[in-house]
Each structure stands twice: as C-alpha cells, then as structure tokens.
C-alpha cells in the first residue's frame, strides 16, 4: 500500500506583512504507486495543490505563494494536509498533517500607525 508523509515544510520566520512563500515535500513512503490526490494548506483562507500520483518512495517538491501576514505583530499558525480528500487508502491514514507556527513581525509600519 501507498503511504504519503510530509517529509518537510518550511514557511518563513520571522514573516513580515506582505506574502510569503510556503515550500513542502511530499514522500511516498509505502510500497506501492498512489492515484492522484491534493493537499491543501491554511492560512488566512486556503490554497490548494495537485498531484497525479507518486510511485513507491518518490517525492514531490512544492512550493507556493500564501496570503499576507496580519498587520500587527502575532505568531500564527500555517497548516499543511496532504490526501486531503481521502482519495489514497493508505498504510497509515494518520501522518498526513503538518503545522508550523510563524512569528509574524510587521516591522515600523505597525509600530508607526
């Protein structure tokens, strides 16, 4: 059977206010090929990604543009989910999610308002 991890995610910190890029990797870890799938992330609103499929222990490499960061100084929080819709039945249905929290710094122009 097919097993998808997220083998790492990285967003920027600290994050200022304007966009910012996300960048994931995606390994099949399982023995056997998947079918297509999509993995979402959150963060201000959703985005959405598309994968035909991956063989046994291929990866895919992704990277996306997300929203702005809040106008004030926060930490938030982004969120990856791989198989989001339950599309691959998997060894492991369990390790499809990824967080990371993001220290958002919103440099002088917060501090000047």
């Known amino acids: 059977m097919p097993d998808l991890v ?3 995610f990285n967003a920027p910190s600290p994050w200022w206010t304007e966009s910012g890029e996300i960048s994931l990797v995606i390994r099949n870890v399982g023995e056997a090929a ?3 799938f999509q993995y979402v992330w959150r ?3 959703a985005g959405r990604g598309f994968v035909d499929g991956l063989g046994a222990g291929e990866t895919l490499d992704a990277v996306h543009q997300v929203g702005a960061a809040p106008q004030e100084d926060t930490s938030v929080s982004i969120r990856v989910i791989i198989d989001s819709d339950d599309e691959v039945a998997e060894s492991d249905e369990g390790n499809n999610e ?3 929290q993001v220290q ?3 440099g ?3 501090r000047e308002g």
Request: aromatic fraction near 12%.
């Open 6 to 8: 997220i083998e790492s």
């Open 34 to 36: 998947t079918g297509p």
């Open 43 to 45: 963060f201000g609103g």
């Open 98 to 100: 990824a967080a990371q």
């Open 104 to 106: 958002v710094d919103c």
């Open 108 to 110: 002088v122009f917060c």
